[in-house]
């Protein structure tokens, strides 16, 4: 079963996240570069035999200056309650602990607030 149409050869799928059908779920989306949001899971539709690209979840930032600073990409996509506590580890090793209520909800197609500052 084809659960997902990928625009092309460069296109991967990044993460997945399970629903509890009882719970208010948010998804909590990370990017690369540290930005991350709350969207309300009710905001992603059920995909169709018509529609299997999905939507989109992320407005990503394109690579700038001369490609110095590399395109956003998706890290990762968990489903949160309102009383969940996170925990970002960068590839560096440094550690942040958040609470979920912490981290504003934001449209699907928002890019985010920083939620930690890149290295580079």
Request: glycine share 8%; hydrophobic share 40%.
């Amino acid at each position: 079963i084809r659960a997902m149409k990928l625009g092309g050869p460069h296109e991967s799928l990044a993460d997945l996240a399970v629903l509890s059908p009882d719970a208010n779920n948010h998804l909590l989306v990370v990017t690369s570069q540290g930005y991350g949001k709350r969207v309300d899971s009710d905001l992603f539709r059920p995909l169709s035999k018509c529609n299997l690209r999905g939507v989109k979840a992320v407005r990503l930032r394109e690579s700038r200056e001369g490609g110095e600073v590399p395109a956003d990409t998706m890290t990762a996509l968990k489903a949160v309650g309102d009383d969940d506590e996170l925990i970002l580890i960068s590839s560096d090793g440094s550690a942040a602990r958040l609470k979920s209520l912490n981290i504003p909800a934001q449209s699907r197609t928002a890019r985010g607030v920083v939620l930690r500052k890149s290295s580079d």
